[in-house]
């Protein structure tokens, strides 16, 4: 049977899942909320209107709509909440719960996370108090030089320092000056690791996975990397990095 799906997000990666779910024979029509350019009136997808804040609204606006899926795109709904409310409201929604998308949305939860479970990982600390933050950079055995405020900042929330000062003025402007607004309220500080960064993103419905071709995200301004990081410069996928045969039997 048929079903309406609404997909939750305004970016290029919801553009991407409303144009896959769309070529599904299973699904009638995709609306996305708020949307963007792409995915007005393209095909089988339109934009929808709906707050996606207001969860009970939502809720509603999915039953009176014949909404038989929900796929939330962003971080800063799943983290507030939106699964969960939507869930039990008896609407089934495709994310992980509040709880689980701390993964993302707080540094210091994933850091402690993956030092719990023996997940290799940059040493680290994290900090409520510049001054510790600071006494910390100085006094580490390694180049913590990475300095990040540990909430939600849309990819921008990261300062890779040149030197110890460089880094102890990351902590000043994200703590102090509320480079970051609230996420800057706690500050992960981070050893500065050499070498290539790919990303492997995988989706799962909690039992099984399933892995995308990994790439590589270049965040930063300017040639060479010697600018502020962005929400995203651009991506290119495959790369070269990764062998993705060898990487999809891994998983499997």
């Known amino acids: ?29 995709v609306l996305v909320a ?14 929808s209107e709906v707050s996606v804040n207001n969860h009970t609204i939502l809720a509603q606006y999915c039953k009176d709509h014949n909404v038989g899926l ?19 409201a008896g609407v089934s929604c495709f994310g992980p719960s509040a709880k689980a998308a701390q993964l993302e949305a707080s540094k210091s939860f994933s850091k402690s996370f993956m030092e719990r479970h023996n997940i290799p990982t940059a040493r680290w600390s994290s900090f409520t108090d510049p001054q510790d933050a600071c006494r910390y950079i100085r006094g580490a055995e390694f180049p913590a030089l990475v300095v990040k405020a540990s909430g939600l900042a849309a990819g921008k929330g990261v300062v890779v320092a040149r030197d110890k000062d460089e880094a102890c ?12 607004g609230s ?8 050893e500065l690791l050499e070498g290539e960064e790919v990303s492997c993103l995988c989706f799962s419905d909690g039992v099984t996975v399933s892995p995308m071709p990994p790439a590589q995200d270049h965040k930063r301004l300017l040639d060479g ?25 891994w998983i499997n």
């Open 1 to 29: 049977m048929a079903e309406r799906v609404l997909v939750i997000g305004s970016g290029g990666r919801e553009h991407a899942l409303a144009w896959k779910l769309s070529q599904s024979p299973h699904v009638q029509q």
């Open 183 to 190: 996420a800057g309220e706690t500050v992960v500080v981070e």
């Open 34 to 47: 708020p949307g963007n350019a792409g995915t007005a009136n393209s095909g089988k997808i339109i934009n």
């Open 70 to 88: 929900v796929v939330v795109g962003p971080e800063v709904p799943l983290a507030a909440g939106i699964v969960d409310d939507l869930t039990a």
């Open 225 to 249: 990397d010697q600018g502020p990081n962005t929400g995203g410069m651009g991506a290119y996928c495959p790369t070269p990095q990764v062998n993705t045969s060898s990487f999809t039997s």
């Open 169 to 180: 003025q990351a902590v000043v402007d994200i703590m102090k000056d509320k480079a970051f």
